[in-house]
């Protein structure tokens, strides 16, 4: 029996890599990736650039295993387990299954007792809560908002109506064409509050701004990148 590893790969900063991960990622038979294009080169750069720390250097096949492919290709993947191939599941970037593909993967291998390791490091979701001066006690990781107005809002009054119950920073992904829809759609469901934006974390141009809303509606009025939004309520 193979085991499979969940592998998290650097967010923007190539040297947010661990030790373990480079291991892994080059010495398993299989890596399951969003776009094998975009895991190929990530693959050329990490060994290009930390060839000394890395000791294996198996013949690896990239599966392509995304939103698209996940139902038809996890059968696949589970044979190969099956067979003794160790397998790598990553994302683009960041943690698998974080709002990534792979839980459909992990979920049927845990069922057939395949042996399941998560190979911990580069999440934006904590590096913007730890760098954010809220809260991190507690917190609840909502992942990208609805894309329809209705259920949005929906989604914000039920945060509301519930944040007396358990006091908790909020944290959602935005993606850049959505952003302004969603700070608006805030501002009418909590007021002119104070909130904390991430942008291309752990990459050149990195931020973490702090504001109102209606400063924010400014601040990213053209917004390009990608966007983590943390709030409390009080």
């Not at 809560?129 to 992942?143: I, M, N, P, V």
């Not at 850049?176 to 909590?190: I, Q, S, V």
């Not at 973490?208 to 966007?227: D, M, Q, T």
Request: with cysteine.
């Amino acid at each position: 029996m193979g085991t499979l590893f969940v592998v998290a790969t650097p967010i923007g900063n190539l040297e947010d890599i661990s030790l373990r991960a480079l291991r892994i990622l080059f010495s398993v038979g299989v890596i399951a990736c969003e776009d094998t294009r975009r895991t190929g080169g990530l693959l050329h750069e990490l060994e290009t650039r930390y060839a000394t720390f890395i000791e294996t250097r198996s013949e690896r096949r990239l599966v392509r295993y995304d939103n698209h492919t996940e139902q038809t290709v996890t059968s696949e993947l589970l044979g190969l387990l099956r067979e003794g191939t160790d397998i790598a599941l990553v994302s683009d970037a960041g943690t698998p299954l974080v709002s990534d593909p792979g839980y459909i993967l992990v979920r049927e291998a845990g069922k057939r007792n395949v042996p399941i390791t998560s190979i911990p490091g580069a999440s934006a979701l904590l590096a913007a809560l730890t760098g954010s001066g809220l809260s991190a006690d507690k917190f609840t990781f909502l992942g990208y908002p609805p894309e329809k107005q209705g259920p949005r809002v929906k989604l914000l009054e039920a945060i509301y109506q519930s944040h007396a119950l358990v006091r908790s920073t909020y944290v959602f992904y935005v993606s850049p064409h959505k952003l302004l829809t969603f700070l608006e759609d805030m501002k009418r469901a909590y007021g002119d509050i104070p909130i904390c934006i991430g942008r291309e974390l752990t990459k050149r141009h990195e931020e973490n701004w702090k504001g109102l809303i209606s400063e924010s509606l400014v601040r990213f009025a053209e917004p390009k990148g990608e966007f983590v939004v943390l709030f409390e309520l009080v």
